[in-house]
């Protein structure tokens, strides 16, 4: 079930208890430390059904448990202490470092599971094509992409979607503003965009003009089409030229205009009518009252459509969300902003109304600058061009100022990108993260970097090594600190797992951070080059299992692993 050590522990108790292995496995804990056992099973919600006091549970179990190991004569345990009410297992460190041999041998540790082949949808970014992407939109760019790695890794056959906002407000604001531009440099884009939102501050026909032009665009008018698709195609150029640059990607780009022009938007509106839940306002809008879903009692309608009927955002979104759902997909996953929560729900409702699956929605906090949230249409953001640029202009200097001129070309980009997505990434999608430049630009303490060049050591360390290593060598692991390594390694799957449900990176990263810190402490306490042939030989195993483990989660979260630093 994905800590190895568990599954070894939860197979000895159902073996004494009238229990499902699964129930045991999720009341188990890792003790805060290696004192007082390996692993821990609090009794206490047993203590209602066998109406018994917890420590007298424990201690029952204990009897049982003993007794087992001496009937069968079995080494599973050292020991087993009962403590208010917790069962503490102390574990045979001998059998253990066995077990992990072989499940390093056997490809065990980044086991694939029975997931090849399921189908899962991921939908993420989407930003708006009308200028260059903010480190705010980033976060959604980052927890996506994280997320697709992470599904395939586990085996998962993941298609990723970017859904193209071609037939908006803000495109239509453009083309009134701009159209008359020959040229339009994908750059120029902010500062164009921010000009329009000033005139349509002062200029009431400009929103005249804007709702018009986007009337003729849903009615089929070809020269407005045109029109749309030259901006839009300028900016979802440049947007993907820079995610593609730090190492994003996608399958497949919907364009939202291609549900009004094959009139899906029109046929959604006549299946919602057969409801009795879709009502014109007092404005002339189309409104799908979802009041029996209780998600907002202040207001419970959703806006479908303008007073001119053309369709809004939602309309073309459930749309949207029918069509990822028709390719038997098990799991359709959309990252969305915390902003964009309750959005969310409500798109869901309509779905459910139209007897549909809704998606899987991942919300995440903003990305605040000091002075407070930014805002693309204010010109009051950072663009993540201009910060993987100085970031990594930043890491060729600290490279320089370290090692002089002797450096892959490389090294100052897989550096600094794999640290703006880590500065996102390590905090939890529902904590705000105040981004501040000097902060993300620091490559010490809990950084990508820190863990990069753990890596970059071991594979120094490595280097022109036989790692041929027998069951019996790495019987010599005996220092604590190596018995505390091979525990960290056990639970790389179930921490992998745990994130496949939520998508909060933040557990991978202090994971990754922790084991690095690990084999920095094992480094300086445990001799491996100056050991006898034996300890040597296992060592290097064990350096090498860090490797891959680091290697596998950097891979997750979309940050390269240098082999020199």
């Known amino acids: 079930m994905g800590n190895l050590l568990f599954d070894i522990v939860s197979e000895e108790i159902v073996k004494v208890l009238n229990i499902s292995i699964t129930d045991i496995y999720c009341k188990l804990e890792v003790p805060p430390?290696?004192?007082?056992?390996?692993?821990?099973?609090?009794?206490?919600?047993?203590?209602k059904t066998l109406k018994k006091s917890p420590q007298s549970i424990a201690e029952d179990i204990q009897v049982k448990l003993l007794e087992q190991n001496r009937v069968n004569k079995q080494d599973v345990f050292s020991e087993i202490l009962v403590s208010g009410g917790y069962l503490n297992f102390y574990l045979n460190r001998s059998k253990l470092i066995r077990i992990f041999y072989k499940s390093v041998c056997d490809g065990l540790l980044l086991d694939k599971s029975d997931n090849e082949g399921k189908k899962i949808t991921v939908e993420h970014t989407s930003i708006n094509p009308n200028a260059s992407p903010h480190i705010g939109r980033a976060r959604n760019a980052f927890i996506g992409d994280a997320s697709v790695r992470l599904l395939r890794f586990l085996g998962f056959n993941v298609t990723v979607h970017y859904l193209v906002n071609d037939i908006g407000k803000q495109i239509a604001l453009l083309v009134c503003c701009i159209n008359y531009k020959e040229n339009i440099e994908f750059n120029e884009l902010?500062?164009?965009?921010?000009?329009?939102?000033?005139?349509?501050?002062?200029?009431?026909?400009?929103?005249?003009?804007?709702?018009?032009i986007l009337n003729r665009m849903e009615n089929g008018d070809e020269e407005v089409f045109a029109q749309f698709t030259r901006i839009v195609d300028i900016c979802l150029k440049g947007q993907t030229q820079i995610l593609n640059e730090i190492g994003i990607f996608y399958d497949k780009y919907d364009r939202e205009s291609q549900y009004v022009i094959s009139k899906k938007t029109e046929k959604i509106l006549a299946c919602l009518k057969t409801t009795g839940r879709l009502f014109e306002d007092k404005e002339g809008r189309l409104v799908l009252d979802l009041s029996e879903f209780n998600i907002n009692s202040e207001n419970p309608y959703l806006p479908l459509t303008r007073k001119d009927k053309t369709s809004l955002y939602p309309l073309r979104d459930i749309c949207y969300n029918i069509d990822k759902h028709a390719d038997d997909t098990t799991r359709n996953i959309v990252i969305l902003g915390q902003d964009q929560r309750l959005y969310g729900l409500q798109i869901n409702a309509a779905l459910s109304l139209l007897g549909k699956k809704g998606a899987e929605i991942i919300n995440y906090s903003f990305v605040l600058l000091p002075e407070?949230?930014?805002?693309?249409?204010?010109g009051q953001v950072i663009l993540l061009e201009d910060l993987m640029h100085d970031t990594t202009i930043y890491a060729k200097n600290a490279i320089e100022e370290r090692y002089g001129s002797a450096y892959d070309d490389a090294l100052p980009k897989q550096l600094s990108y794999g640290a703006i997505k880590y500065s996102i990434l390590k905090c939890g999608n529902d904590k705000n993260v105040v981004f501040d430049r000097d902060s993300a630009l620091n490559f010490e303490g809990n950084t990508s970097v820190y863990i990069q060049y753990s890596f970059a050591r071991i594979q120094s360390l490595l280097k022109n090594e036989n790692l041929d290593v027998n069951i019996n060598d790495v019987e010599s692991l005996v220092h604590a600190i190596e018995w505390e390594i091979i525990k960290k390694i056990f639970i790389f799957n179930q921490i992998?797992?745990?994130?496949?449900?939520d998508f909060n990176f933040a557990p991978l990263c202090s994971y990754l951070f922790d084991l690095s810190r690990l084999f920095s402490r094992w480094y300086t306490e445990c001799p491996i080059k100056t050991s006898n042939a034996k300890l040597k030989s296992a060592?290097?195993?064990?350096?090498?299992?860090?490797?891959?483990?680091?290697?596998?989660?950097?891979?997750i979260l979309g940050i390269d692993t240098p082999e020199k630093i």
């Open 539 to 555: 060592r290097l195993f064990l350096a090498s299992s860090i490797a891959n483990i680091i290697k596998s989660g950097l891979d």
């Open 496 to 501: 992998l797992n745990t994130v496949s449900q």
């Open 372 to 378: 407070g949230k930014m805002s693309t249409r204010k």
């Open 33 to 47: 430390c290696s004192d007082i056992g390996d692993v821990a099973l609090p009794c206490f919600s047993f203590a």
């Open 190 to 212: 902010l500062s164009l965009y921010i000009d329009a939102n000033e005139q349509l501050k002062t200029n009431s026909e400009l929103e005249k003009d804007v709702f018009n």
